[in-house]
């Protein structure tokens, strides 16, 4: 999920081999049947930071967090209104450089946008509210602008409940939503990913497949399907893995009564199945950004950069510290 109080909550087989994804070549695109296997990238340069995540508010203060972890890749959370447009993103691009840090996407939040229990999500989030869908549109452009003047190539966010029918109005204005922003990016080399949480892998699927135009990616969050009650993260990433551009890493508890949505816990303490996603994303040949979205801080009290280097340690003894 996106950095709007996240605390609460956030394969496709081939016929031969496993669909490989090269987020940094073409992050739409995957490698099919057979190939020479690739060296993997060392842990530490895999893992990275949802920006709002270090619980700084200025850019520059949370890029220096990232560094003093150790780590050099982020997702960009939203930033003050003055980064999105040309001045403010050559800023952040300076900055970016500055740090030597690389930023793998960015994410849209759409004012208004409330993750209080699902039918707050319902009426809030994402392309949903139907009155709401122009204007959002229009910022989310803004926020391919953004990524496209600092260098990213991937764009995140939450498209909101879909509806159950394929034939509803609400659905069928959705995918022309989210198909023309996938034009618009795709016409400044960016990808349009969306993040799983509302909806099971079987019907996110469906929806990409309809949606015309540029192909739409997925921002895998392997805690999301857990805090809906929806679905089993590992089962839902075999089914999604070949459209996976990046992962935020993340783990919760499912929802305590009907409505509501799931706690969000330290990595390895809830039912996301972190361990088992990141296996099969590392026995899959997935080369690309694993994103720390943690905000367990705000509810234990305790450091912000203490619980990302706790999140860090558990994905390096996941996978094999290569580094």
């Given at each position: 999920m996106p950095d709007v109080h996240l605390g609460r909550f956030a394969v496709r087989s081939t016929r031969a081999a496993v669909l490989l994804v090269a987020l940094a070549?073409?992050?739409?695109?995957?490698?099919?049947?057979?190939?020479?296997?690739?060296?993997?990238?060392?842990t530490s340069e895999r893992i990275g930071v949802f920006l709002r995540c270090t619980g700084e508010e200025e850019p520059?203060?949370?890029?220096?967090?990232?560094?003093?972890?150790?780590?050099?890749?982020?997702?960009?959370?939203?930033?003050?209104?003055?980064?999105?447009?040309?001045?403010g993103a050559q800023e952040l691009a300076a900055s970016l450089a500055e740090a030597g840090i690389r930023s793998d996407?960015?994410?849209v939040v759409f004012d208004g946008e409330s993750y209080r229990d699902q039918e707050a999500v319902l009426r809030t989030v994402g392309f949903r509210p139907a009155g709401l869908r122009p204007p959002r549109v229009d910022y989310a452009r803004r926020c391919v602008d953004l990524a496209a003047a600092?260098?990213?190539?991937?764009?995140?966010?939450?498209?909101?409940?879909?509806?159950?029918?394929?034939?509803?109005?609400?659905?069928?204005?959705?995918?022309?939503?989210?198909?023309?922003?996938?034009?618009?990016?795709?016409?400044?080399?960016?990808?349009?990913?969306?993040?799983?949480?509302?909806?099971?892998?079987e019907d996110l699927a469906a929806f990409l497949d309809a949606v015309k135009g540029p192909r739409v990616g997925v921002n895998f969050d392997t805690a999301n399907l857990v805090l809906y009650g929806l679905d089993q993260p590992a089962r839902a990433l075999e089914k999604l893995l070949g459209r996976v551009t990046s992962v935020h890493v993340k783990d919760g508890l499912p929802p305590a009564a009907p409505g509501q949505?799931?706690?969000?816990?330290r990595?390895?303490?809830?039912q996301a199945q972190v361990a088992e996603c990141l296996r099969l994303l590392d026995r899959s040949g997935f080369d690309g950004p694993l994103i720390i979205e943690n905000y367990v801080w705000r509810d234990l009290?305790?450091?912000?950069?203490?619980?990302?280097?706790?999140?860090?340690?558990?994905?390096?003894?996941?996978?094999?510290?290569?580094?």
């Open positions: 070549a073409s992050p739409a695109s995957s490698a099919r049947g057979a190939e020479a296997p690739r060296p993997q990238a060392k520059r203060k949370a890029l220096a967090a990232v560094t003093s972890l150790g780590l050099s890749r982020v997702q960009v959370s939203r930033l003050a209104d003055r980064y999105y447009t040309p001045e996407a960015v994410v600092i260098g990213t190539k991937v764009v995140t966010f939450h498209v909101g409940f879909l509806p159950r029918a394929p034939g509803d109005p609400d659905y069928r204005d959705m995918l022309q939503a989210v198909g023309d922003v996938a034009a618009y990016a795709a016409g400044k080399k960016v990808t349009l990913s969306l993040e799983t949480g509302q909806e099971t892998a949505l799931g706690r969000e816990v990595l390895g303490e809830g009290g305790t450091r912000p950069l203490d619980e990302l280097a706790r999140s860090r340690d558990f994905i390096r003894a996941q996978l094999g510290r290569r580094d």
